[in-house]
């Protein structure tokens, strides 16, 4: 079984910083592409930044020179530091991975439980 955790959220004030933690456990044979997510209330999920095996990240207009997408493929954790928080920003917070469990024929698509951010004063 696949578990994506995430960790890092909490209250901040507008212009502060938090860093986000995710790690990934379970059998699993390889990560492809990992990515953090926000979901504000009302809204859809959208993509905020990923980041591919090898490090080549892509960002949201939104959030680019402000949000940082990182990874340590050998604890299989990814991580985003994100600075210069605006109110906007707050949502819940999801990772995602693209990963192959043991003994399976195909790559898929798994999230964590999400974590929740509040940029406020």
């Known amino acids: 079984q696949v578990r994506l955790v995430e960790s890092g959220g909490g209250l901040v004030q507008p212009g502060g910083s938090l860093r986000l933690s995710c790690a990934a456990s379970?059998?699993?044979?390889?990560?492809?592409?990992m990515g953090w997510y926000r979901q504000a209330p009302g809204k859809e999920r959208e993509l905020d930044a990923i980041?591919?095996?090898?490090?080549?990240?892509d960002y949201a207009d939104s959030v680019k020179g402000r949000f940082t997408i990182s990874r340590d493929n050998a604890f299989r954790m990814e991580f985003l530091q994100m600075s210069s928080l605006k109110p906007e920003d707050t949502a819940v917070y999801y990772c995602n991975g693209h990963l192959k469990q043991f003994g399976s024929t195909g790559w898929s698509d798994y999230w964590g439980q999400g974590t929740l951010v509040t940029v406020s004063s």
């Open positions: 379970g059998s699993i044979f390889g990560i492809s592409t």
């Open positions: 980041i591919t095996a090898n490090g080549l990240t």
